[in-house]
């Protein structure tokens, strides 16, 4: 059983945000054409990372990257380290779901370095899950739960409940590789229990079902 995808936007509101993204996008060209040279450039780099999460979450690949490879070489220039680290999230999610695991964990190490030094802890913590996602798909488990944790721990001191269940509940999936059931289980449990208290459906579903996978792999 795979872990829940974590979708970078859902999928009804997908249409609006392409429009969005594509609105913030044409304002931003536009300000860059009539605009001296260095001039801010923030609207059209972010409608970028926005296009780019569109994308990827549709299974555009090919354009997310391009997208979001756009977007990091605008951040950079005008100096915005936070959108500098979107981007490279970005990449690094993209790159691990199209198998590209050592381009993504030279990435996603690249945005948590970034998200320390600007001491954005929602960032820290999304990046830390998505190494831990990184290292499990690569076989290397304790890696994957070292970072899990570091994403549990910021998720519960920022009040991230559906960053928390998401974790805990890839966190089980480490432990049932691991052969530790009770543990799984547990992780599973709690799991499962935010997402009741959140009534999100689909995650309760995946909660209940890796519960059986832990009962059934003993």
């Known amino acids: 059983m795979r872990s829940q995808k974590r979708p970078d936007v859902p999928g009804p509101l997908l249409p609006a945000a392409i429009r969005q993204a594509g609105s913030c996008l044409s304002r931003g060209s536009v300000v860059g054409h009539q605009s001296a040279a260095g001039d801010d450039k923030h609207a059209e780099?972010?409608?970028?990372n926005q296009l780019g999460a569109v994308n990827r979450r549709?299974?555009?690949y090919y354009e997310s990257r391009e997208h979001h490879t756009r977007a990091l070489k605008m951040h950079r220039e005008i100096g915005d380290?936070?959108?500098?680290?979107?981007?490279?999230?970005g990449l690094g999610v993209l790159g691990w779901r199209s198998g590209r695991y050592s381009e993504a964990r030279d990435n996603l190490d690249a945005a948590l370095l970034i998200y320390q030094e600007i001491g954005d802890r929602s960032g820290e913590?999304?990046?830390q899950h998505s190494l831990g996602v990184v290292c499990r798909r690569l076989g290397r488990l304790g890696d994957a739960a070292e970072h899990y944790r570091a994403s549990l721990e910021i998720q519960r001191e920022?009040?991230?409940?559906?960053?928390e269940a998401h974790t805990?509940?890839?966190?089980g999936l480490v432990h049932v590789r691991l052969g530790h059931y009770d543990d799984a289980s547990d992780h599973f449990n709690q799991a499962l229990a935010i997402y009741r208290e959140?009534?999100?459906r689909v995650g309760e579903a995946v909660a209940?079902?890796?519960v059986g996978l832990a009962y059934q792999t003993r």
């Open 58 to 60: 549709l299974g555009s």
């Open 208 to 210: 209940l079902t890796n």
């Open 45 to 48: 780099a972010t409608a970028l």
């Open 158 to 163: 920022i009040g991230d409940r559906i960053g």
């Open 168 to 171: 805990l509940n890839n966190l």
């Open 81 to 89: 380290r936070f959108g500098e680290a979107t981007a490279l999230h």
């Open 198 to 200: 959140l009534d999100d």
């Open 125 to 127: 913590g999304r990046a």
